[in-house]
Structure formats: C-alpha cells, structure tokens
C-alpha cells in the first residue's frame, strides 16, 4: 500500500530565506508524486507534478522539487520565500492505473517578516 | 471558465442525520472525485465517479454514498451521520482517470456534526 510522510508538521520560516518542505513515500511500484497548496479556507491547487523523465521538476511560485527513487523522498524547495507563501502544503502519491491520490498529513509553512 | 464549485459552504447537523453535498465540475471535465479532510490531516479519499458510474472507492464505510449526473456534476451523501464525520469534504474535478488529467479542486464543505 502507497503512503506518504511529511516530516515536519510545522516550518516557520523568514521571508526571502531559502526553504525545503520534506516527503518520503513508500510504495511497492512505481509511483507518481505531487505536491499541493491549500491557502486558508480555499481547496488544493496544484504546485507541480513528477510523472516521468528528468527528476526535478519546477512548479508555480518559483517552488521546484526532487524525485529521489533510491532514497523514495521528493522534497520541495524555494530559494526565497514570500509573506504569501504562507500555507499548508500536502504531498501526495499515485500508482499507474490508480483512481486516488494518498496525501500526507500536510506542513504548515508560516513566513516570518 | 468556471472553476469547481461546491455548496453549501458550510453546514452543521446532529448526529444520525443525513446530509448531502454538492459539487459543480468544471467546464469540459468528466471525471469527479471526493475527499474527506479532517482536521490537521490530509485529505483522504472517498469515491471517484466517471461518466455517472462509481470507478473506485476508498476505505469508507457504505453509508458514504454518491452520484454523479448526465452534466457530470456530483453529489456525496453521508447516512447515520457519526461525530468522526467532522470535515472538509474536497470535491475534484479532471477530464479524465488517468493520473496525467489533473485533478481541479472546489473549497470545500465544511460539515460539523454535533
């Protein structure tokens, strides 16, 4: 069974300092994993997506992540964030022919001016 | 383009009600999936309804229930309500199953049982 942790709950931050948002997963085959914004009393937006082919992939809002098979993490950066990066991020996995995504528990990014 | 929609925003029943929750799909999209948000949790899903048939169900209890209409636009019902219902429920919408269609997702119903 697919599933995914966030290790950290909480990551304050200052702003325009650099910031990485850990994920680890696991799965038994290959997987497509994904990572999602959820601004206050708002649903999920789409930060950016690794499907296949080169393992970084950018996304929106200058944020980037890196797909690590042998280690199973895809941890997201951005080299300097915004008052308005401020969010709950979620990482999410799926496997080929799969209907669900399996998010983890969510880490809440709070930017300090 | 209108994006997803769901309603009502908020809603509050007692335990062992019933309550039925709705959600407009995107434009062009045929594909409607929902979640269920606890609090401090991430979302969990539910059920995903392609063109009006049920394809794929998550580990919810039968009195979770759900259609989806010839506009594909969806509804969710929830039988016997319980407290653990509490939630956001997340409605996505996608033109398709596979995992390359992205899913689009409403705001959410936030449903408070007491």
């Known amino acids: 069974a697919q599933s995914v942790t966030q290790l950290d709950s909480q990551v304050p931050v200052f702003e325009e300092a650099p910031v990485e948002l850990r994920c680890n997963y696991s799965?038994?085959?290959?997987?497509?994993l994904f990572w999602y914004v959820q601004y206050p009393n708002q649903g999920l937006q789409l930060l950016l997506k690794y499907l296949s082919g080169s393992t970084l992939v950018k996304g929106i809002n200058g944020f980037e992540a890196e797909f690590n098979k042998s280690q199973t993490s895809f941890h997201l950066r951005k080299p300097s964030v915004h008052i308005s990066d401020t969010a709950e991020y979620f990482c999410a996995v799926t496997e080929q022919g799969a209907q669900k995504l399996v998010f983890g528990q969510g880490t809440r990014l709070t930017i300090n001016p | 383009e209108t994006g997803v929609t769901q309603s009502p925003t908020h809603l509050i029943k007692t335990r062992g009600q019933q309550v039925t929750l709705r959600c407009s799909s995107q434009s062009g999209h045929n594909t409607v999936s929902w979640y269920q948000q606890a609090l401090g949790q991430g979302p969990q899903f539910i059920f995903q309804?392609?063109?009006?048939?049920?394809?794929g169900r998550g580990n919810f209890p039968p009195r979770f229930s759900g259609l989806q209409f010839p506009n594909y636009s969806s509804e969710l019902n929830v039988n016997a309500l319980e407290l653990d219902d509490s939630a956001l429920y997340l409605c996505a919408s996608s033109s398709g199953t596979g995992v390359i269609y992205e899913q689009y997702f409403g705001p959410g119903t936030r449903l408070t049982v007491t």
């Open positions: 799965s038994s085959v290959s997987v497509y």
């Open positions: 309804y392609y063109r009006e048939e049920e394809n």
